[in-house]
């Protein structure tokens, strides 16, 4: 009897031991520390997910570069120098053409809702999951992707139209979205988000595809950049979530279950809150007279649409998982009456 006693109290010791071991994942976002998405993540929803399961899964959101270049982040993920990334995929354009395609169809979408749906229902992370099976040999997981916010667009010149686009040097993640500018007569410029005040301030750059209105007030673009598009006309950069494989299959059923209610409820959560503010700041800066908030017509929007229509088909022919992520886009759209044909 004592020893069935000892063995039955060394089961349930191990067996405590490993609810009460935490796991902390480590992510990268593609946020800089004080920016307001990072602040969101980091005070509001990162916490949560402790709650969430009891201290059994926890996450520390990091700023961007904080380990590894921006660039660089799923390479760290797939060799377990990260255990996630939270980071902008058009950033990984360079690799395969499909990164940009699904990263950020420029110019195609309304809302932030449409591209969300299109990530998590419509085919999306589907095809990041390819991606990441080709890049990295199965060993990221795709938990997630999709934009909390519409863009606006910075800009220290007054751009109207797309005829005030020649010339102007934009920065522009790489890819998909620096042709559709240069189609339109831009200059683009490659750059991280961390870098665009400074290069705005020091005459680098003219104008930047830069983040929410939200993150761009809160990082003072606005001291610099008096001339605003809002609402945006091009971007709604796509985020993902991916965690490195080997660490996924070790959160067992339940973890991977908290992991995905908790990306889904953080991002809709986010996305609410930025619009808004974005509204609230919009109409702050129209009452105050020191910045123009610049609203393109419907005409001019069109004509943007227009160019960025070819630049999609052209960039989509050049690689399969591409024109697969194009061919997944435009059933999405037709699906729900973007496109009619």
């Known amino acids: 009897m004592k020893r069935g006693i000892a063995i039955l109290s060394a089961a349930m010791l191990v067996a405590m031991t490993g609810m009460t071991e935490a796991k902390t994942l480590k992510v990268q976002a593609s946020s800089k520390a004080g920016d307001w998405a990072h602040r969101f993540m980091t005070d509001n929803w990162a916490p949560k997910l402790g709650e969430m399961t009891a201290g059994s899964v926890m996450i520390e959101v990091l700023p961007t570069k904080a380990v590894v270049p921006h660039r660089e982040t799923i390479d760290a993920v797939a060799n377990g120098i990260l255990d996630g990334d939270l980071n902008a995929v058009s950033y990984f354009s360079g690799r395969d053409p499909a990164f940009a395609v699904i990263g950020d169809l420029i110019a195609g979408y309304d809302t932030v809702d449409q591209v969300r749906t299109f990530c998590m229902h419509g ?73 665009v005040y400074t290069a705005l ?66 991002y809709d959560a986010m996305r609410r809150d930025a619009d808004l503010q974005d509204r609230a700041i919009a109409a702050e800066q ?47 759209m037709r699906s729900v009456g973007l496109l009619k044909k």
């Not at 559709?180 to 007569?185: P, S």
């Not at 123009?292 to 052209?314: L, M, N, Q, Y």
Request: glycine share 8%; charged share 25%.
């Open 201 to 266: 301030e020091k005459g680098v750059i003219d104008a930047a595809d830069a983040s929410a209105h939200v993150n761009n007030h809160a990082s003072g673009m606005y001291k610099v950049a008096k001339f605003p598009i809002y609402p945006g006309i091009h971007s709604m950069a796509v985020l993902q979530f991916i965690v490195n494989k080997k660490v996924w299959d070790k959160l067992g059923k339940e973890g991977q279950t908290a992991l995905e209610v908790w990306y889904s409820a953080a």
């Open 286 to 332: 129209r009452a105050g007279g020191d910045i123009t908030v610049v609203d393109w017509s419907t005409e001019e929007r069109a004509k943007f649409r227009e160019i960025a229509v070819g630049a999609w088909h052209d960039f989509a022919a050049k690689s399969p998982l591409a024109q697969e992520a194009l061919d997944a886009h435009l059933a999405y």
């Open 123 to 195: 085919g999306g992370k589907e095809i990041l999951q390819k991606l990441y099976d080709k890049y990295t040999k199965g060993k990221v997981h795709v938990v997630g992707c999709g934009p909390y916010a519409k863009e606006a667009f910075v800009s220290t010149v007054p751009i109207n139209t797309v005829a005030d686009m020649k010339g102007v040097k934009v920065r522009s993640p790489e890819g998909l979205a620096a042709e559709v500018f240069k189609r339109a007569g831009a200059a683009p410029v490659s750059l991280p988000f961390s870098e």
